[in-house]
């Protein structure tokens, strides 16, 4: 991102603290910074605020991860997959989640629902030939 863009977001935090949109913004930087605990800290309060930003569940479900703390990890791809039935990038996520938590059963149906959605999009999506 450019110095400008990080500039107008500094001023956004002194100004508007508690918006969601700064706080999902403050959070992704956050994340690009590694800086797992601030990440964390900005997207929680994000998403208990009310942003509705696919990045905002995946990028503090990753800062979880990068914590130590996989079962919430797994906890905020599922209610991302709640808030966004039909979003592969989030279905994908928590099937690897479920995976690395040893919960296979779950991994299973996650993968079942998965190709359910999404294997056909690609047969239909290829070029005649």
């Known amino acids: 991102m450019s110095r400008y863009y990080y500039e107008v977001l500094e001023q956004l935090q002194k100004t508007t603290p508690d918006d969601p949109s700064v706080l999902a913004a403050l959070g992704i930087k956050a994340t690009q910074e590694q800086d797992d605990a601030k990440a964390v800290e900005y ?3 994000a998403l208990q ?4 930003n696919v990045a905002a569940y995946i990028d503090l479900s990753d800062a ?3 914590m130590g703390r996989v079962e919430d990890s797994a906890k905020v791809l599922e209610q991302a997959v709640a808030v966004w039935p039909f979003r592969q990038q989030i279905k994908k ?3 690897f ?3 690395t938590l040893k919960q296979f059963p779950q991994a299973r149906e996650a993968l079942k629902q998965y190709v359910a959605l999404f294997a056909r999009r690609r ?3 290829r ?3």
Request: aromatic share 10%.
């Open 43 to 45: 997207l929680t309060r």
């Open 49 to 52: 605020k009310g942003v509705h």
């Open 64 to 66: 979880l991860a990068h």
């Open 93 to 95: 996520a928590l099937v």
């Open 97 to 99: 989640r479920y995976v």
């Open 123 to 125: 047969i239909y999506a």
């Open 127 to 129: 070029p005649a030939g």
